[in-house]
């Protein structure tokens, strides 16, 4: 648990500084990544570190109201991460499947907050409304290592389930996997020549391969999400419900290590399969900090404006120097992206 809050934490960490540095990393679909590595971050703040605590004293060793924080956090994380995941899967799907101008017109960056705002108000006032209306009360779980929230009324605990099973598992798992099976549809016919015709030119041809590739990165996310959530909900079900009989205790915390894997796991996938933030990931560990980086920006004319915060020297030499470094840097990293800037 240690080993994965300290992973958690450092990765989730340079995804945030790498989107803080490189402009060209701000983008409406990095928006959605931005959410999950902040939900991430919270986890491993906020849950993680009482969860090793637990298990290392064997027991609940902090404050009611310690727990009364964590049964928020673990919850909020625990809602929030499948849902962010599902609008992500949406926006890849209109993205690839539907036209430029519908895209722009449901997923702009303003839209894209105020969407992402919504679902996290939401889902965090879910959370705490009931606790703080009484319905609710925290109870420390031995087998998760954590403090949780049970209804005080039967007929509570039913609509609960419905909303959270329903709302916050089936609903996004259903719009997740319908939105990258008709992407990967998508994809197969892009690999097969079957949308050559619709590319007017070289940058509309760059444009749809670099979205593939995205798309591909994001599928990857979702796919080992998949891999870890999926057996956790359906513990914390057969738990909840007692079906089965008791749970034993190591299947619980399994479910518990799942769900911190998945939290691990993301920043290096984004690293693996996404060129700008394992560039950015390796200027950061390089130790190249206290300088925020603005790539190479187009002019109106097709050009590249290099940008930097690096001081010149006065000399004509060296300023001749200095832009052509920074020149070829950019040829670089638009080689990479395939000229794309979104």
């Not at 889902?123 to 009484?134: E, K, M, Q, T």
């Not at 619980?252 to 950015?280: D, H, W």
């Amino acid at each position: 648990m240690i080993i994965l809050n300290v992973f958690s934490l450092l990765g989730n960490i340079l995804v945030c500084i790498s989107v803080y540095r490189n402009t060209r990393l701000r983008t409406t679909t990095n928006l959605y990544i931005i959410a999950l590595a902040v939900s991430d971050l919270v986890a491993a703040i906020f849950v993680m570190p009482l969860a090793s605590g637990v298990l290392i004293s064997s027991r609940w060793p902090f404050s009611d109201t310690v727990c009364q924080m964590h049964a928020i956090f673990s919850l909020f994380v625990v809602y929030v991460s499948p849902v962010t995941m599902g609008l992500t899967a949406i926006n890849r799907y209109v993205r690839i499947c539907k036209s430029d101008q519908q895209y722009r017109l449901f997923f702009s960056k303003r839209k894209s907050r105020i969407l992402l705002g919504c679902a996290w108000m939401f889902v965090l006032l879910y959370i705490v409304v009931p606790r703080f209306a009484g319905l609710q009360e925290d109870y420390f779980v031995p087998g998760y290592a954590a403090c949780l929230q049970k209804q005080l009324s039967s007929f509570g605990k039913m609509l609960h389930y419905f909303v959270v099973v329903g709302l916050f598992f089936i609903l996004p798992l259903a719009v997740t996997l319908f939105s990258y099976s008709k992407v990967l549809k998508k994809i197969r016919e892009h690999k097969m020549g079957a949308v050559q015709g619709l590319s007017t030119g070289a940058r509309n041809a760059a444009v749809s391969a670099n979205e593939i590739r995205v798309s591909r990165s994001l599928f990857v996310v979702v796919f080992a999400f998949m891999l870890c959530w999926l057996p956790a909900w359906v513990i914390t079900i057969l738990a909840r419900f007692r079906i089965g009989g008791n749970m034993p205790r190591s299947i619980q915390l399994m479910c518990v290590f799942c769900l911190n894997l998945s939290n691990t796991i993301n920043p290096f996938i984004y690293a693996g399969m996404n060129p700008l933030f394992r560039k950015e990931f390796r200027r950061i560990l390089g130790c190249s900090f206290g300088e925020r980086i603005d790539e190479c920006q187009p002019t109106a004319s097709g050009k590249l404006n290099t940008i930097t915060s690096k001081a010149r020297s006065d000399t004509t030499a060296s300023h001749a120097n200095a832009l052509g470094v920074e020149s070829f840097e950019c040829r670089q990293i638009n080689e990479e992206q395939d000229k794309v800037i979104e």
